[in-house]
């Protein structure tokens, strides 16, 4: 943890670190502010949202829940790098040996959908740690879902990426900024922000790295209250029908004044996935 920026904490990881006194978030934000400020969804509108578990290292409660991915082809997960880092699951992917993906569920508690393992991660190698730059993985599937769960990946150039785009960010994630967990699928509405938003918010120096446009994308409520929150991440943000970006990182959550960040999945991505 750098300052006060919140990233590569995700939902379990930040309870952990609240039991343990620290501070894991910035200012509490208006209640009801998944994602704050968001709503239900339901997973037949959005079978490109799974979730990553692990029962072994996170707890049964929530399925073992703790980063978002989303589905861009049959057997491969998109997320964000941080959520399979060393300090989030105790070790390599490899070796948390139920690791799986949770796709067609919304109900965490519920048993719908399917769970599947994953036999290969690839995580970005140009991704930074301390910057978070290039923040995505990308996830093979031991077996196929339905094509019927892919989302189109927006390309360079697409109107989805103009700023001023409504966007939506979906997850599991904290819905007050408090600490309270999600156990069914939520959504919020958002807008692409110009990187120019982002980079008054985030100058870098002091606490915490730049943001940086060229792999990163701006994205928020502009009147406050919306956005992603931990244990969101890895998850995806929607504009146009397509993928855009994976939630990231940020300070705090649902502040006008500090957007949410997003792998620019866009600049990221291999041609070859
Ligand atoms: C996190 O720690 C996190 N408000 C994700 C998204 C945001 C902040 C923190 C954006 O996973």
Redesign the pocket.
């Known amino acids: 943890m750098r300052g006060s920026l919140?990233?590569?904490?995700?939902g379990a990881m930040?309870l952990i670190a609240a039991a343990a006194g620290q501070a894991v978030?910035a200012a509490p934000v208006a209640a009801d502010s998944v994602v704050v400020g968001g709503r239900p969804a339901r997973i037949a509108d959005a079978p490109w949202v799974v979730a990553l578990s692990s029962r072994d290292r996170f707890g049964g409660t929530r399925a073992g829940q703790f980063c978002g991915g989303v589905v861009v082809a049959p057997t491969k997960v998109l997320t964000a790098a941080h959520c399979l880092g060393r300090e989030v699951l105790g070790g390599e992917p490899w070796e948390v040996r139920d690791f799986v993906v949770i796709a067609g569920r919304a109900a965490l508690r519920g048993q719908g959908g399917q769970e599947v393992r994953v036999s290969d991660t690839w995580v970005n190698p140009d991704y930074d740690p301390t910057t978070n730059a290039g923040d995505l993985a990308v996830l093979t599937l031991v077996s196929a879902l339905p094509q019927s769960s892919v989302i189109g990946v927006a390309r360079e150039g697409d109107a989805a990426l103009t700023p001023g785009t409504e966007a939506d960010v979906f997850g599991w994630?904290d819905t007050t900024g408090n600490g309270t967990y999600a156990s069914t699928l939520r959504t919020a509405r958002v807008q692409v922000l110009p990187d120019s938003t982002c980079e008054q918010a985030y100058p870098g120096g002091g606490f915490g790295a730049p943001y940086q446009g060229d792999t990163m994308l701006c994205a928020g409520d502009p009147q406050g209250g919306k956005?992603?929150?931990?244990?969101?991440?890895g998850g995806p943000l929607v504009a146009k029908g397509l993928l855009v970006g994976l939630?990231?990182?940020?300070?705090?959550?649902?502040q006008a004044e500090?957007p949410?960040?997003y792998t620019r999945v866009s600049a990221v991505l291999p041609a070859r996935f």
């Open positions: 919140t990233r590569a904490l995700t930040g978030t994630g956005d992603a929150c931990q244990g969101d991440s939630v990231s990182w940020g300070s705090g959550c649902g500090n949410g960040v």
